[in-house]
Structures are given as C-alpha cells and as structure tokens.
C-alpha cells in the first residue's frame, strides 16, 4: 500500500508563485511513475504533469508549460510541484498520483488533494 499527502497550497495572487509537496509512504517510491493532476470547480480533473520514476523525463499539459515544474526527490520520498505565474485559471484542488505506468492510463494511487486559489 502507498500512501500520498500534499501540502502547499493555498491563496496568492496572480503572477505569483507556489510549491506543492507531496510526501510518499508505504512501498517503493523510487519505483512508481509520479505525476499531478488538478480539478476546479465543475470540470472534470485533469492531468497536469508527471515525472518518470528515474527522474529524468517530464512531461506537461500545454497550459502550464514553462511555468510549471515537476521534480522529486527519492531519498526524501516526495515530489514537487513549482508553480510560477500562476493565473486566476489554475485555480483548484491539486492532487499527486503514483502509477507503474508512464503514460498513466489507470491512476494507482491518488493523494487527498490540496486547494489552491490563484485570485486578486
């Protein structure tokens, strides 16, 4: 069993920035596939990046690209999200996945989810 707790978010401004944790447990780390996703209200969740379990590749939905950065760090079991110019429209609950599968076709794992609001 894996166990997935974020932390971070909250309220900021737009143009601002914001760093996501999340903090793994349980089994192997270094072996899943880690990535974040996001839903706001009334839409459907929606991924948002994801990071290979050697840490060397990433990936990005076009709407966050070059603002968005994942990472992670196995020694610590956590991976992160940095967000910078952050807009009203990133506003919403973010949650942290692991999954065996790169292309995350069917989501192992899901944290609790952590809100942020990007609002003036």
């Known amino acids: 069993q894996v166990q997935l707790a974020e932390s971070g978010g909250g309220l900021v401004q737009p143009g601002e920035s914001l760093k996501l944790s999340c903090a793994v447990s349980?089994?192997?780390?270094?072996?899943?596939?880690m990535g974040w996703y996001r839903q706001a209200p009334g839409k459907e969740r929606e991924f948002v990046a994801a990071?290979?379990?050697?840490?060397?590749?990433?990936r990005y939905v076009d709407s966050v690209k070059g603002r968005f950065i994942i990472s992670r760090n196995n020694a610590k079991t956590t991976v992160y999200l940095q967000m910078n110019s952050l807009k009203p429209e990133d506003t919403a609950v973010y949650y942290c996945a692991a999954d065996d599968t790169y292309v995350f076709s069917s989501v192992n794992y899901w944290g609790q989810g952590t809100q942020v609001t990007v609002s003036s």
């Open positions: 990071i290979h379990s050697n840490g060397f590749f990433t």
């Open positions: 349980g089994r192997s780390f270094s072996s899943y596939h």
